[in-house]
């Protein structure tokens, strides 16, 4: 190991040819304190990085198909951007040779076994392990996440819909009933799939849902916001479409407010719970969300708006969904997991 | 009138130098029996009409700015393209001197004046007027039109989303309360205008939601759902949103679904109130709506998700914002009072 | 034939399911001469048009796959929409059985079979045929085209160049030598293609040079030019570039002018040449070409610039790829050869 | 000074509302060696930068509007982001005051006084100044640089030209006449404009050239080039052109190589010049330029294909009109002049 850079961790990138490995890639090799030590793809093995994301010619890192034994020799931190199912084969035996884990995938986002079957169509690949996993919000589970081992991060859509909700779900100031998610996410989100509704022609100009009732998202937004709530289960509607931008998720949520709860009531509880939040801005009055505002940052910012005309509160929130709804937070949690500043390269 | 064209009848666009205006004149020049005699501005008057919309340089037609008069004299039918309240000003004295007139701004769209002035801070311009307007939303009032003098086109957003919904109102399928409707706009929406927002760099990869609680198409959109329901009053959210597309409305409407009604149902209510319809398409399951599949064209296509888990209904529409949400409508309009077929110049 | 439209004729489209067969039938759908007879597609025979081209669905059409003996017999015309190669197998046994042949493949445009070869790696499939095949430039072949049985419509990239250059090389204003093509095309002119570079996301906020030397267009181009400038052969540069738009394409010309031509003399000369020209648009000084301009029209907006400075001059034009460049000038080639109005279904 | 940080320099971003400003913003910020003391603008002054640029929401820094002796006293270094003539008024009093002065504007880049008038149609404003002038381009002007009080940073079009140019013409590899330069810019650069060609559905699906004999830029790339050549002038065509992004030039040059050389030479004196460039990407055989690939980064990419057919190379280069066009290599001069790291805050 004399090779390697002193004073810095050494991460690995397993699975990373698609947009949120490339999305670690460009936070990481800005990041001070991480060595990048393997970027796997058993496609691209050998390849050069520049071969596959162009942006990054010249950087000096190729792709290789190491075995699970050969990363956890090697690396402190895994973050693991593989499909789901696949993610579990790799983070088992990596937690048990004492490797970081930061699963970008969906293998460790949902308690219910149940639920997952239900939603991924597959028996849940390491109910075990699921026991230790911890969520990966930043915003309320920094303790736990410092000290785990195996760190389920968020979903991009669930993101940009808790982070609204939760405080306002805890602090009792909206029903938990009849919660609407209108959700708007740019193409990057299919991932870097080639299929005949993701070519240009097809995405650009056009603006369409899809999934508007039982997205793989739903019971994961559910789950988190139930535990906010204080209940069992929650049901909610969540409706994602696509849009012709490259990056970025703006929810527009829907909410019965509860009596003579009023907008700046709001932004207080918001304020307050996200006090010490690295990445959350609470919009003041007269602002609503924008995309374009977050990204390339890790930035999700919140607004809302009360309508005294049904009685409900309109949230609005936006994130960059490659940044802070993917690699962006899995560097965060790094970050809190290593001890570093939790902002080191996502400023 | 020797100089004019046998057979054909005599259109004035009035206020023509806007988006709805060009689409006016893109689809007024294909009508085999419309004769265009005369394009209103005053900004432009005595400017070729390819100096304002380049895409018509060839086009033997010149701005002009006549008076109200000259207008009467020249044309069976005036399109009236101004911004609310100028429209009044023209409608009053056209309607008097026998010119049909099809208004495709805000004035005539409300049966409250009490709500106009609320949504357009202003007294109405014409209250008597607006006792012979026709809401000229031919689907539901194709005898009402034939018969009228002045026709309030429907605005864009009310058009997307009464398509879909007002059937199933109709047959009480759904509850009136608690309907959610999140809309999203491509740019031209907005109008021709110059202001930062609307800018591409300020436009292009951001989505945002705007005039989320009391958008001036809410009263409109209310006032047509509350009279299909068979009620006084309705009460709504209305929720739009900037999308980086030129052309196009998809909404998405959430509404508590009666007990045991299926998408089936929903369907079938939809293809029978639809029958006649010239321009709107039932998809089958499995389809959503695409506004990349209606743009340039009247059509207006719904679709419809039931979801067990929430007990609701999710629809989808999309629509051409400046075709059938506005300026295709009105030639539809135009069609349907002038006894051609409906379908003219529109496919 | 009883169940066929009086006086209509019948109209194949052959290989329909790209983005020229969907052109093929927006157009022809809209031509009041034309009955579609059969859209073939060996992959979706069976299916409902709107089930590949979503904006169709309500169309009472399926794709097929008949033999081109059916073809045959059911078909006055028949457009190939076909890869090159293949339709010249479709083309031979079409035009021996009398059905007029409008192929939009690159099959029959090239004089030389050497440079097919050269160009296209394969031997000519029917260089028999090449003989009677009238390449379809409607604005300097029409008399030809009238009575042709095969007609090769013209490239895309061709097309945008060749207008403007063409009357300049026959009145000899500028050099045939030096000069150089920098052309932008929007995506659709990749085809419909499911490939990587193609998605959205490696398309939009992108713009990049491609076949920079040796592309398969230069030979047709260089052919046209040739020809007009009455010399053998030519040498030019012609540098295409993909722009994230869906259609259009805009071509940059430089050209050595010949000493003391002036910009106005250049647009005489154009205004001379396409003085019956239905199609092509001619723009004053001060303006340049734009591709917004043309969209979904048949038209080819033209302008130029003189540049004292090093003595060339810079033209710009503008087409639609799809219409002008590939359905639309294939529709315009079949008004020709029926005696329909030229502009029939165009506008 | 006792409120200042430690150790860093202290800068004034001087007319910071438009992207320049944000861009230098964006930069800065994320400098650890750099303060930001103000951020001027007469229009803002007294409002949170979050008003003007909502991406910088959160951030403590107002516009304000300091007198040239209130800036002078408190930066070290004064980024001027303004208007060309008005960059001169700033730039006068604060070089004498001993601030380093790095404009973004075009004041200082030009050596000619007479091409200043004719081309930007007034006197100098400052010929006595213009002789202390460095031009900033790091790659071939590192040594003045470090030592220039004034820096005059290239346009984004003559950077984009110059980087790929250079080499070949101090090597002689290509003739310095007939060269021939079509660029592709997004629409940030023409600022943050508020006219209506800027508009978003005037610029997407849109591509145009505009200014194509005569822009600005023209005798800045000649005399850049000319130097390189070791000539007096030079003439060559420069044609620009607006396409739909937000953020990106890309270059293409045709220029008359020297007999023999190769695409391999190119590239071996592309790497030989540029050893030592922190930002310039020599590409590969078998890739050419694409905006995306340096869009947020100071990078250019540049790569050659020739052709044998004219005997002419292709020339493809790619920069982000903002970042290395402006005010990334803004930083890179300033990080020059202070002895910092050159990419710091740049990758």
């Known amino acids: 190991m004399s090779d390697h850079q002193v004073g810095k961790i050494k991460a690995a990138i397993v699975g990373a040819s698609g947009y949120s490995g490339e999305e670690l890639l460009r936070l990481l090799v800005r990041h001070a304190q991480v060595e990048i030590v393997c970027l796997t793809s058993r496609q691209y093995a050998g390849r050069p990085v520049g071969d596959v994301f162009p942006r990054f010619t010249g950087l000096d890192l190729n792709f290789s198909s190491p075995s699970i034994d050969e990363i956890a020799e090697s690396a402190d931190v895994a973050f693991l951007a593989l499909p789901h199912g696949v993610a579990a084969e790799f983070a088992i035996p990596l937690v048990e040779k004492g490797v970081k884990v930061i699963d970008i ?10 639920k997952y079957l239900k939603y991924y169509n597959a028996e849940h690949p390491a109910p075990d392990l699921l026991k230790q996993a911890v969520y990966g919000a ?36 909206i029903s938990s009933e009849g919660i609407i998610c209108s959700s708007m996410s740019g193409v990057s989100g299919a991932g870097r799939k080639v299929d005949l509704p993701f070519i240009f022609p097809e995405c650009n100009e056009s603006v369409r849902p899809y999934a508007v009732a039982g997205h793989r998202h739903l019971p994961e937004i559910e789950q988190e ?46 304020n307050d719970y996200y006090a010490d939040a690295a ?20 930035f999700c910012e919140i607004a809302c708006v009360t309508d005294d005309h049904t009685g409900n509160v ?34």
Request: net charge positive; charged share 20%.
């Open 138 to 173: 930043p915003e309320r589970r920094k303790e736990e996440i410092k000290k785990a081992n195996l760190i389920a991060c968020p979903g991009c859509y669930p993101t940009s819909i808790s982070l609204p909700l939760i405080p306002l779900l805890k602090a009792k100031l």
């Open 105 to 114: 995938s969906a293998d460790f986002r949902l308690k219910s076994t149940e």
């Open 314 to 347: 309109i949230l609005s929130s936006a994130i960059d969904n490659l940044t802070k709804g993917a690699a962006g937070q899995a560097v965060q949690n790094m970050n809190i997991v290593f001890g570093f500043d939790e902002k080191a390269a996502l400023l």
């Open 279 to 298: 990445f959350v801005r609470v919009l003041p009055a007269g602002r609503l969300a924008d995309t374009k505002n977050v990204t390339l940052t890790n």
């Open 225 to 270: 916001l139930a535990e906010a709530a204080g209940l069992e289960d929650m049901a909610i509607n969540f409706i994602p479409h696509l849009v012709p931008i490259n990056r970025g998720i703006h929810s527009t949520i829907i909410a019965k407010l509860k009596e003579g709860v009023s907008a700046d009531q709001i932004r207080q509880v918001w």
